[in-house]
């Protein structure tokens, strides 16, 4: 299920401004992979050029390659709702849908994809749940609002609907920076459990999180103020966070910029 990303010379534009610039690596299938870098570098623009959400926005703008495998994702017969389905993403702030109840929030993909029986949803439903470490907390009240739950619980129940329609890749951009620690560890906990059957893209502003879920991490840069965001060193994790090669990363987890 789980597959290998290439990204190779990618840039991305909002109009005439360019985001980022000439970004190149591997992303490994069955792995975290972390983001990191300081504000305004380009980690989400590029982690939304993954899952082509990026061209949503109005003059927004790709050049270059990302490769899911063997396919293209650019190319020009490739359908965009496809690769968002097959490329799933969970946002900074959960955000399930607020008039849907628990269970229609999961099942709500599964019935875009067309004609599916009611004990197949079910099936599916409960199997997100279960891999979202959500089913036992609300079995017994699937038909509520998902709006009524917590906030880590929303925000697990965001990644039971981005799992239900089984993507190959999962998307995280900051998906704990709006919950409290016990939650933050829950969604930690979840995500070393689902990189067994998943590729993870995670971008974190917490140094420690970056540590402690991902295999590797990708540090990002400003070459200059209004300058586009670079791709400054990508490594296993261990080795960026106790021997970076480059100073810009030794300064930046060491807390002296960012």
């Not at 597959?3 to 010379?9: L, N």
Request: aromatic share 6%.
């Amino acid at each position: 299920m789980a597959k290998q990303i290439e990204v190779s010379d990618l840039d991305a534009y909002y109009g005439s401004h360019k985001a980022i610039e000439g970004i190149t690596m591997t992303i490994e299938p069955r792995s975290v992979t972390a983001f990191i870098g300081p504000s305004g570098c380009g980690k989400s623009t590029f982690l939304r050029t993954l899952n082509r959400m990026h061209e949503v926005i109005p003059g927004a703008r790709v050049e270059g390659k990302v490769r899911l495998e063997d396919q293209d994702l650019y190319g020009p017969d490739v359908d965009p709702v496809s690769v968002r389905r097959t490329i799933g993403m969970v946002f900074q702030r959960p955000n399930p849908f607020p008039t849907m109840s628990i269970f229609d929030n999961v099942a709500a993909g599964l019935r875009l994809n067309g004609r599916v029986s009611r004990s197949e949803i079910e099936g599916v439903v409960e199997e997100s749940l279960k891999g979202a470490n959500l089913w036992n907390e609300v079995k017994d009240r699937l038909h509520k609002p998902g709006a009524g739950l917590s906030g880590g619980q929303q925000q697990r129940l965001c990644i039971a609907r981005a799992i239900a329609v089984r993507p190959e890749v999962l998307l995280m951009d900051e998906p704990c920076s709006a919950l409290d620690p016990i939650s933050t560890l829950a969604i930690e906990d979840l995500i070393a459990q689902l990189k067994k059957d998943y590729t993870i893209v995670i971008v974190t502003h917490n140094m420690q999180q970056a540590a402690r879920v991902s295999d590797r991490t990708a540090f990002f840069n400003l070459a200059a103020q209004g300058r586009p965001g670079r791709l400054i060193e990508m490594d296993d994790t261990s080795k960026i966070f106790t021997n970076p090669a480059e100073k810009a990363t030794e300064d930046y987890i060491a807390g002296r910029f960012g």
